[in-house]
Structure formats: C-alpha cells, structure tokens
C-alpha cells in the first residue's frame, strides 16, 4: 500500500488551524474490527516520532486535544485546531493495515 | 524504556549488529519493529517480529540481508545487518508495537549507521 501526504510543506500563522491529508493506494479498513488502520506521528529534529493518533481518530493518552484524526477507508486527515509553536515538526501518517507504510512527511512551520 | 546501541561505521558489503534493550513492560508480550530514516528522508518500515519469536516479516529493500531477533530472556530486540550499502545509512530505530494492529507507542532513541568506504 502506497500512502500519500498533502502538502509539504504547511507554513501556518500561530493560533490557526492546520490540515494536514493522507491518501491511501487502497482500503486500510479492517473488517473484522471495523477500524481503520491507520496512524498519525509527530516528530521533532533529533526526537524519534512520537504516536499521536491510532485507528484514524483515537488519540493516544496525553495527546493534546487540539490534536485530531479523521477519514476512512482511503482518505484521511489530521487537523491541529490551533497551532502553538510548539507543534512545528514533521508529521507522518502510517499505515499498519497490509504490512507497514509511512507517508512522506509534511514539515508545519510558523507562517 | 527502549536503547538502541550498536550504530557506526561500516564500509559497503559489511554487517552490523544492532541492539535494543527494553525496560518497564512485559516485553516478550509485545510485537517489536525496527524502523530506519535516512538523513533528511521520512520513516521506512525495516522488520518486526512477534513477541515469542515465531513469525517475523521483513521489508522488501533489507529481505535476505538483514535478520531480526529477540532474547526474551534478556529483554533484548536485535537486528544484524549484511551486505550493506550506502543505502542502507540511516538512523534505526526499535519500537514497540501497541498490540492494537501496528502502530508504535513506544520508540527508542535510534541508532546512527553510516555506510561509506
């Protein structure tokens, strides 16, 4: 499965909303379960990625809440509501539904 | 807690070892993953193993090159690498898979491995 982000890079004012999209080559719904395999990373320079979002919309504990996750079957999203300086990083989506694939990366930087 | 440990410098056609040491959960309960990123690239999928050993997958660009393994025992996650090549220079990481289907919960703070003569 080929996954694919837009845009790259996002350069955004602080206090705005960022979206970030993610398209997938084919269905990562898992019928058995009914989720959605597919997960959202942020990773800062020098940091390994850390796990923001599981099964497309659960946000992992401790998550900021500004922090969201949305689409099903092939398309998807993460939103930031309202960017704070500390949310500049690279994000990643990933799929885990047919072996492991990540997307590109989109770079958000403060506009 | 995940430490990675074994990166260097190796010239093309030569292996390395790499270690992942865990602490703080029930490792042999989890699925583990080795993830690389190049310099300046995005995250590629490397291998993962389960958590008894029994079924391991490995992604196209290292099948046949690289072997990943664990020591339950010891609480330890390793993957040798052979025939590498400049390609293969990146920052590897271990993670834990969150036993939700695959996404990782945990990650080491990676291992530099530079192939270059």
């Known amino acids: 499965i080929v996954v694919t982000q837009s845009p790259d890079p996002l350069a955004v004012s602080l206090g705005q909303r960022v979206t970030i999209d993610c398209k997938s080559s084919?269905?990562?719904?898992?019928?058995?379960?009914?989720?959605?395999?597919l997960a959202w990373y942020q990773q800062k320079p020098g940091q390994p990625p850390k796990l923001l979002i599981y099964?497309?919309?659960t946000r992992e504990s401790g998550v900021p809440d500004r922090f969201s996750g949305s689409g099903s079957g092939t398309d998807f999203t993460l939103t930031i509501s309202s960017l704070q300086a500390e949310d500049v990083a690279v994000y990643y989506c990933q799929q885990y539904h047919l072996g492991s694939t990540f997307g590109q990366g989109t770079k958000v930087e403060i506009k | 807690q995940l430490v990675d440990s074994g990166g260097g410098l190796v010239q093309p056609g030569g292996s390395l070892r790499l270690s992942c040491a865990a602490s703080g959960f029930r490792f042999s309960q989890y699925w583990m993953a080795w993830v690389r990123q190049a310099p300046g690239k995005g995250l590629e999928w490397v291998a993962q193993i389960k958590g008894d050993g029994s079924e391991k997958h490995y992604g196209d660009s290292v099948m046949g090159r690289f072997t990943i393994s664990r020591d339950n025992a010891k609480n330890s996650l390793s993957l040798q690498m052979n025939s590498l090549s400049a390609e293969d220079t990146a920052v590897y990481y271990c993670?834990?898979?969150?036993?939700?289907?695959?996404?990782?919960?945990?990650w080491g703070q990676g291992t530099l491995v530079t192939v270059s003569s």
């Open positions: 084919q269905s990562v719904l898992n019928s058995a379960n009914n989720k959605n395999e």
């Open positions: 099964w497309a919309s």
């Open positions: 993670a834990r898979d969150a036993t939700r289907g695959g996404d990782f919960d945990f």
